[in-house]
């Protein structure tokens, strides 16, 4: 959950009634955090153990090394979340294909949120309304 371009915390739902609120992902309560953007996760981790969501900023690999920038975004043309490589924006590389994940957590590592760098936002051509 973001507020004024900052990540202020994170949501789990549980069921249709039960929803708990966290600043760290550690400690969670029921006390609502003020939050104007929600971003969804992709439902992946990271090497070091972080989930990911969309609009975050990640290295990863298709082969050997971690070599290549990517951000989660969503594929309207897919109709799912994709790594959009940074390097060749008109490389959507889906999360999965045919039931198999592409990626696993030794793939992908966290570097930053897409949302706090508004050059790239434009760069890709991609708007966070």
Known sequence: MRHEGEVVGYARKIGSRSHFYSKDQFWWSGVKIDHNKVD??????????????????????????????????????RKEFCIVDLDEPGLEIPLEVDGLQLFQSKDLRFRAYLFQNPDLMVELGVDDE
């Open 40 to 77: 969804e996760s992709v439902g992946l981790f990271d090497i070091d153990k972080r989930m990911l969501y969309e609009w975050d900023i990640v290295e990863y690999r298709l082969e050997d090394k971690r070599d290549r920038m990517g951000a989660f975004l969503w594929s309207s043309s």
